[in-house]
């Protein structure tokens, strides 16, 4: 498994598969031919994935495993349900290739190698086959009638605001004068601007008919820094002004920039942020969507925190969650995607 400081990236976080595997364990987008049904693929990373909230898509023990983490719970899974419970005027089919650690390059032109430590091959979280950019893996074509992506935040310095705080040095005055060789984040958002809009190109070239939904990210961190009270269920020992520093020049940056980028192209957004406010990390835990370093999670998840680093999940009944969503935040984006959905398909 990666660095946490990598993991972390998307938990605010990133030589393919042969033909044939990749056609018998992700049907074809375009499989359905003809108009019975409506295509639709669903790209991202974890925060799309689900990881730990439900049963591992493919299942624990199938040769179709992947490495990605996607699970059963995810808000892919449930939209998915809740429009074969009441179909459009055609049913839908879902390919979903979201992937844990997958950045924006993951989704056009890079492959990536998944690092789960989910029952691995052999034991070994790096014996998973490399995997194929997700464009690629969910074969998008003239017939892919709508496509979702989350993507963005495992660029972001979650991980590496973790690793300065333990040291005990201040993330915004690091990120604000970086020492020599260290992206700035200003400059990190630039990169991150362009390589959205780019990205948002790819998938309408490779497919020119579907409509693209686009999913920002929830609320992670509180609205005020000093309502975090640290600890391994939150989000250790980032400091009060450092948190206010990565939800406003960060978090919210990333989701304006998928907001705007998404504008431009006439494509919809689903905004995930607004609804979940006060439900971030730092909330109670019995009204907590998101949860921290440690946390809740399925018992095939892991405990260890990779890395590491001074946190024992399992000393305190808890699992290696790392500011991931739970099932209540996958269910409070799945109406808000379902809907986003159905008036792409409808309008399409």
Request: glycine residues 10%.
């Amino acid at each position: 498994m990666r660095h946490p400081a990598t993991r972390l990236r998307t938990r605010v976080p990133l030589v393919g598969l042969s033909v044939l595997a990749m056609t018998v364990l992700l049907p074809s987008v375009a499989a359905g031919g003809g108009s019975d049904r409506y295509e639709w693929a669903a790209l991202g990373d974890s925060y799309t994935a689900g990881l730990f909230i439900g049963d591992p898509r493919p299942p624990l023990g199938s040769p179709a495993r992947d490495g990605c983490d996607r699970s059963a719970g995810a808000y892919p899974d449930l939209v998915e349900r809740a429009l074969a419970a009441r179909p459009p005027d055609r049913p839908v089919h879902l390919t979903d290739v979201s992937c844990d650690n997958a950045a924006i390059g993951n989704i056009t032109r890079e492959s990536q190698q998944p690092t789960s430590q989910v029952q691995p091959p052999d034991g070994d979280p790096a014996g998973w086959p490399v995997v194929d950019p997700q464009l690629r893996r969910a074969r998008l074509g003239d017939r892919t009638d709508v496509v979702t992506v989350g993507i963005g935040a495992i660029s972001l310095p979650f991980g590496e605001c973790l690793d300065l705080s333990l040291a005990h040095l201040s993330c915004a005055e690091y990120y604000a004068n970086p020492p020599a060789g260290v992206e700035g984040l200003d400059a990190k958002l630039a990169r991150i601007r362009d390589a959205y809009g780019r990205m948002l190109g790819a998938i309408h070239r490779a497919a020119p008919h579907a409509r693209v939904v686009t999913v920002g990210y929830p609320a992670i961190l509180p609205e005020r820094g000093s309502a975090c009270g640290g600890g391994p269920t939150q989000l250790g020992p980032i400091s009060p002004a450092d948190i206010d520093w990565l939800r406003e020049d960060a978090l919210k940056a990333m989701n304006t920039i998928i907001r705007t980028e998404t504008a431009k192209r006439g494509d919809r957004y689903v905004d995930l942020y607004t609804s979940s406010v006060g439900h971030d990390v730092c909330a109670p835990e019995d009204t907590q969507w998101i949860e921290g370093i440690c946390g809740d999670a399925e018992p095939f998840w892991p405990a260890a925190v990779p890395g590491g680093l001074p946190f024992d999940c399992a000393a305190i009944g808890k699992r290696a969650t790392l500011l991931h969503p739970n099932a209540r935040e996958h269910a409070n984006a799945a109406p808000l995607v379902e809907r986003a959905v159905r008036d792409a398909l409808l309008e399409g």
